[in-house]
């Protein structure tokens, strides 16, 4: 009966992500906006609303085991690919004083603004929660930039290699890397039941993971992929190889108490930067990832939602969160561009890119709710922050460059 119930589960959830993928792919968004709208859709805003008997029976809380283990894994293959771009980004180190003011300038500003309205939403947070880890964590949800949705909307548009499409995305690159660190920073103050030692004992068992994986497994698997995967495309003995080394990071993540997508993320970080290893693991990892397992995760996500966030003071708090989220990230960012020297329609464009936040803000605020620094009312807000600031990017980018774009894109 349980398998019976997980496969009727992933077939109404791949066919709903699906088909909200379609109906946003043709009104000129990114699927994966339509895809993570599919999991507020199967969530009890909308189905539990609608079909409230079907929907507790076919997501039961005793029912969710076997999707949450496949959705964790969906999430761990993504945060590798994740490691994996990151470190190919060239632009990065080409522009490193633009990117740094960008990215920096467009951290600090939403940042700022979350710890400013921290008390304003410190009621929603679940009892027992310091304010401290709950106003730190506030921060870095709202100072997030999704990296993989930015380089799409910059590839479909033809403007990825326009001089403020590479400063974006090296921004980007940038806030990611130091969003995480902060993120891991909070999950491991809010973690350590022991207070201030606590954090001490999870920093160093942090110091011990990354020694580990930076010391032994990158050299391991550098002469690993140099001697039996020469030309950046490893047979299915090293893809296995890839795999454990893997899921040992994310169980290391686990075991010092942080969340298994750090380890995930340190791991794609420790390869060797190979553009050809890199295309060739995306396309083996990411059709999988991205069209079965990651559906699952937003459906997970969905399930977490609340309908009493559109309702009374609360409804109010989440336009307060919307708002500060896109003036934080546009003004953050254009500011950053314009003291690099670019101009006010670059600079604002910049902005608007570092504005989407995507799937990766989702994945930020689903490691809060499971560490319990937020509760499905905020929650639910911060995920209707994603979606919101992440559909607002493409127009603004038409918005800011107008014509100048097809022009941009044929220069470069």
């Given at each position: 009966m349980s398998t019976t119930i997980l496969l009727l589960q992933l077939i109404v959830i791949l066919v709903t992500a699906?088909?909200?993928?379609?109906?946003?792919?043709?009104?000129?968004?990114?699927?994966?906006?339509?895809?993570?709208?599919?999991?507020?859709?199967?969530?009890?805003?909308?189905?539990?609303?609608?079909?409230p008997e079907w929907h507790a029976q076919l997501f039961s809380k005793a029912s969710l085991a076997g999707l949450s283990s496949l959705s964790t894994l969906g999430l761990v293959l993504f945060m590798f690919v994740i490691g994996l771009e990151l470190r190919s980004q060239r632009g990065l180190r080409a522009q490193f004083k633009a990117a740094g003011s960008v990215g920096l300038m467009s951290m600090a500003v939403p940042a700022l603004l979350g710890l400013a309205i921290a008390p304003l939403l410190q009621p929603l947070a679940p009892?027992?929660?310091?304010?401290v880890p709950f106003a730190l964590f506030i921060a870095a949800a709202l100072s997030i930039t999704a990296f993989p949705v930015m380089a799409r909307i910059l590839k479909d548009r033809g403007l990825a290699l326009t001089r403020f499409g590479q400063l974006?995305?090296?921004?980007?690159?940038?806030v990611d890397v130091i969003a995480w660190i902060l993120l891991a920073l909070v999950i491991a103050l809010a973690g350590?039941?022991?207070?201030?030692?606590?954090?001490?004992?999870?920093?160093?068992?942090?110091?011990?993971?990354?020694?580990?994986?930076?010391?032994?497994?990158?050299?391991?698997?550098?002469w690993l992929l140099r001697t039996h995967a020469p030309d950046g495309e490893p047979s299915t003995t090293v893809l296995g190889a890839l795999m454990i080394g893997l899921l040992v990071c994310a169980l290391l993540a686990e075991w010092v108490q942080l969340h298994a997508v750090f380890g995930a993320f340190v791991f794609g970080?420790?390869?060797?930067?190979?553009?050809?290893?890199?295309?060739?693991?995306?396309?083996?990892?990411?059709?999988i990832s991205i069209a079965v397992l990651m559906p699952l995760f937003f459906a997970l996500a969905g399930l977490g939602t609340t309908a009493g966030a559109f309702s009374g003071a609360s409804l109010?708090?989440?336009?307060?969160?919307?708002?500060?989220?896109?003036?934080?990230?546009?003004?953050?960012?254009?500011?950053?561009?314009?003291?690099?020297?670019?101009?006010?329609?670059?600079?604002?464009?910049?902005?608007?890119?570092?504005?989407a936040r995507g799937l990766m803000e989702l994945i930020v605020i689903k490691v809060g709710l499971d560490a319990g620094l937020i509760g499905p009312e905020l929650f639910t807000m911060l995920l209707v922050m994603a979606l919101v600031t992440?559909?607002?990017?493409?127009p603004l980018i038409n918005l800011c460059l107008g014509r100048r774009a097809p022009a941009d894109a044929r220069v470069a």
């Open positions: 699906r088909g909200c993928g379609w109906l946003l792919r043709h009104i000129g968004q990114p699927s994966v906006i339509g895809e993570m709208a599919a999991g507020v859709v199967l969530g009890p805003v909308v189905m539990g609303a609608l079909l009892a027992g929660v310091g304010f974006s995305l090296s921004s980007a690159a940038l350590a039941g022991e207070g201030y030692a606590g954090v001490l004992r999870i920093g160093g068992g942090l110091v011990v993971m990354l020694l580990l994986v930076f010391g032994v497994l990158k050299p391991a698997f550098a970080l420790c390869l060797p930067r190979d553009d050809r290893l890199l295309r060739s693991l995306v396309e083996r990892i990411e059709p109010g708090l989440m336009g307060l969160v919307i708002a500060v989220a896109i003036f934080g990230k546009i003004a953050g960012g254009a500011t950053g561009a314009r003291m690099a020297g670019y101009g006010w329609r670059d600079s604002l464009a910049t902005g608007a890119l570092m504005n992440t559909a607002m990017t493409g």
